[in-house]
T-cell receptor
């Protein structure tokens, strides 16, 4: 069964440092999403791509977060500088179309110390 | 605005008990509705979905029926197992770009 790949699985970083997460969606899935999930809560959308274009980044803290999907395939989410409040699970998901259910990766657990 | 409300957890059941997790929604238009499951330390997995009123989604013994008149999509299973222990998320998609997730309901099943 096809999977969404994410790396790293776990990341510990000091505050004010830069950190990056990588996601490889299921082949052929045009839509890619980055979600943040704080412990005990539901996922919240950070950014959504349709192919290589950003279609929703309204909840992305753009002063410190950036995301790209240069060739419309894999994607990178960056935080610079990291803050203590950024500690969370960062989930990548993809779908063949916006209205379909998503396939999620296993996530990256970020701890900022 | 669009929103999803789930019953608060945790829900604790004994093995083979009947499960219901309530989900109600507020949405404009005609949303698609989903249930996702998250096991510890993992990402979410799509469990089932329904795209129009009176549709029943089902998978792995779980069922949910899209009730437009009560704006509900309650998750049910007739006989839970210890391996069903997880967090369950109700979600809706109304078109546009965003799927909205509920806060999640944690289920513990005791042997």
């Amino acid at each position: 069964e096809a999977e969404v790949a994410q790396s790293p699985r776990y990341k510990i970083t000091e505050k004010s440092q830069a950190v990056a997460f990588w996601c490889d969606p299921i082949s052929g899935h045009a839509t890619l999403y980055w979600y943040r999930q704080i412990l005990g809560q539901g996922p919240e959308l950070l950014v959504q791509f349709q192919d290589e274009s950003v279609v929703d980044d309204s909840q992305l803290p753009k002063d410190r977060f950036s995301a790209e999907r240069l060739k419309g395939v894999d994607s990178t989410l960056k935080i610079q500088p990291a803050e203590l409040g950024d500690s969370a699970m960062y989930l990548c998901a993809s779908s063949p179309d916006r209205g379909d259910g998503y396939t999620f990766g296993s996530g990256t657990r970020l701890t900022v110390v | 605005g669009n929103s999803v409300t789930q019953m608060e957890g945790p829900v604790t059941l004994s093995e083979e008990a009947f499960l219901t997790i309530n989900c109600t929604y507020t949405a404009t238009g005609y949303p698609s509705l989903f249930w996702y499951v998250q096991y510890p330390g993992e990402g979410l997995q799509l469990l089932l979905k329904a795209t129009k009123a009176d549709d029943k989604g089902s998978n792995k013994g779980f069922e949910a029926t899209y009730r437009k008149e009560t704006t509900s999509f309650h998750l049910e299973k007739g006989s839970v197992q210890v391996s069903d222990s997880a967090v369950y998320f109700c979600a809706l998609y109304t078109g546009g770009f965003k799927t909205i997730f509920g806060a999640g309901t944690r289920l513990f099943v005791k042997a």
